[in-house]
């Protein structure tokens, strides 16, 4: 899968939360005319216009070609957001005997999820699929049905309001039928979209290497001959990321190691067969909109042309077994001086180095966009904590400056808060946003990096994106003003977004900001620029929170800013 340097990464998947500087007029940069415009290849060249100072001959156009460098760079990535916001999105769902329950919930749900995608992205344009499968002990003409792909939830709910579960004699299911349908016969566009295959099933295919011995009529593997890597083979060639909603792990684990095997081999190591838990019907449907977030944000980053590994890992929700995990040497590194940036804002951001012992899960609990998060505790205090590394391979996602950006981040939206808090009305949750560090911890033989926060315990939100997103939290008011507010504290020079974390009693804390800057080339991957200031001011409506602290209403208009950005 391709993906963006860093930065370019980070500006596209710091979605959540838009925070950004904007200046008392429109930012300035790419217009909605040229970005539909321009090839971004065929970039014109100014013409070098040059005088003699001095003795000297200097470039009168330098400023001009860096702009258009940089006007060249955004209409990327605005070409590659829109283009990977089309999704097909195709669900393959063991239709036997238990499944009704799941079968309902995504009928059920499936305008739920139209609404969602539509409220998440301005040009979402979204096409839904069915693929039913049962199992050999059902006639050969309907052991196998389907809906093409459709922009009709109507059209959609008529069909998966017929089936009924039936059939599964033996435990193992036509898996591979359903597979072949959806690769072989639905029509998935052919251009370079998010493509999207839901995988629901509580058991595995036939043929004994796929199972621990579970019932099977069918040991030798599937009777049509229909093999696993000549279907992982197809996922690989459409570039379709393969989503697997899991009921009974136990039994269908052996199954997706092996397919996910296969697909990475296939795809050059680019794809992998991301799994979530589905063993509640009713939650299914909000684990398939975060996994099309997920989607969306992969595509994004490979319709900027570079190629990124991902590395090879296993969710697992469960609780780690302290008892039974390794002792790490971990060393909590200082930050390196970062040089100040004006009078106002705090220049070196350090912490004095310390060694503990640490206790790591194996494998992690939870992911985000750029991130897998481990279960982690000290090993003398007991103090439980979260690890966090880059899900993606290579020096530039693992360096250690990659995970300081991460902190001067977060500690600068620190310091933003506390003023906030010091202004905000009364009645009003405190904004908090929790403690970091880099980490070095000596695991797998070798010694990696990565960042280390206490672990809080309560119900995760993400509460805005960078690109215009805003939940319906009761709590997102506080933050959009909290935005708001970080825009008119730097002096009009950025935004704080990209918030998410957990709503306690009288605060809420937060991780992972990003920070939308006027000067594109701070603050990492997730700093839009001009563009992520435009995102957030466009859908931000200031709430009383804002009138009571006085913040200046921007009155967003479409047309001025098409002129200007």
Not at 120 to 135: E, Q, S, W
Not at 145 to 171: L, Y
Not at 363 to 368: A, H, S, V, W
Not at 474 to 495: C, D, G, I, N, W
Request: aromatic share 8%; net charge negative; glycine share 6%.
């Amino acid at each position: 899968m391709a993906c963006f340097s860093p930065e370019d990464l980070m500006l596209i998947n710091s979605n959540p939360d838009l925070s950004s500087e904007v200046s008392s007029a429109p930012p300035t940069g790419v217009s909605e005319s040229m970005l539909s415009e321009w090839d971004t290849d065929e970039m014109p060249e100014p013409e070098t216009m040059t005088s003699v100072v001095t003795g000297m001959e200097v470039s009168s156009t330098l400023v001009d070609k860096q702009k258009m460098k940089k006007q060249a760079r955004v209409k990327k990535l605005m070409k590659a957001m829109r283009k990977s916001e089309q999704v097909d999105l195709c669900f393959v769902v063991d239709c036997t005997g238990s499944m009704q329950p799941w079968i309902d919930s995504v009928k059920s749900g499936i305008t739920d999820l139209y609404d969602a995608m539509y409220r998440k992205y301005d040009g979402c344009d979204l096409r839904v699929a069915f693929v039913r499968y049962t199992d050999y002990d059902q006639p050969e003409g309907s052991r196998t049905t389907w809906i093409d792909f459709t922009r009709s939830t109507s059209d959609f709910k008529t069909f998966v309001s017929g089936i009924r579960a039936t059939g599964g004699e033996d435990p193992a299911e036509d898996v591979m039928g359903g597979l072949n349908v959806a690769l072989n016969t639905l029509s998935w566009r052919p251009e370079n979209i998010t493509k999207v295959l839901i995988h629901i099933a509580d058991c595995p295919c036939h043929g004994r290497k796929y199972h621990d011995g579970i019932g099977d009529d069918h040991p030798k593997g599937d009777p049509n001959h229909i093999h696993p890597h000549d279907m992982m083979e197809l996922v690989a060639r459409q570039e379709i990321q393969y989503w697997f909603g899991y009921i009974c792990k136990d039994l269908t684990d052996k199954m997706i190691t092996i397919f996910n095997e296969l697909l990475k081999e296939t795809s050059g190591h680019k794809l992998m067969i991301s799994q979530f838990e589905a063993v509640n019907p009713a939650k299914v449907v909000n684990r398939v909109f975060d996994s099309v977030v997920h989607s969306i944000n992969a595509t994004t980053m490979t319709l900027t042309g570079r190629r990124c590994p991902i590395r090879s890992y296993s969710i697992d929700k469960s609780n780690p077994n302290w008892g039974t995990l390794k002792e790490h040497l971990a060393t909590y590194l200082s930050m390196t001086p970062i040089p100040e940036e004006t009078e106002d804002e705090e220049g070196t951001i350090a912490s004095r180095p310390r060694t503990a012992t640490l206790l790591v899960a194996d494998r992690p609990f939870d992911e985000g966009a750029l991130s897998i998060v481990f279960h982690c505790r000290d090993a003398v205090t007991g103090k439980r904590y979260v690890m966090k590394q880059s899900k993606r391979e290579g020096k530039e996602f693992n360096s250690r400056s990659y995970y300081e950006d991460v902190v001067l981040r977060q500690k600068k939206a620190a310091r933003y808060a506390k003023k906030f808090n010091q202004e905000k009305p009364r009645g009003v949750r405190s904004v908090q946003f929790a403690s970091v560090q880099v980490l070095q911890v000596e695991r797998n033989g070798k010694n990696e990096l990565g960042l280390i926060e206490p672990l809080l315990e309560g119900k995760y939100e993400k509460f805005n994106t960078n690109n215009g997103w805003v939940s319906k939290s009761p709590y997102s008011a506080t933050l959009q003003a909290f935005s708001h507010y970080t825009h008119e504290q730097s002096r009009k020079k950025l935004v704080i977004v990209d918030l998410q974390g957990i709503a306690f009693e009288h605060e809420l804390i937060l991780t992972d900001p990003a920070i939308q800057h006027m000067d594109d080339s701070k603050f990492g991957p997730t700093n839009f620029g001009q563009v992520g200031i435009w995102k957030f001011f466009k859908s931000h409506a200031c709430n009383d929170i804002c009138n009571t602290m006085g913040l200046t209403p921007y009155k967003h208009r479409d047309s001025s800013v098409a002129a200007t950005l």
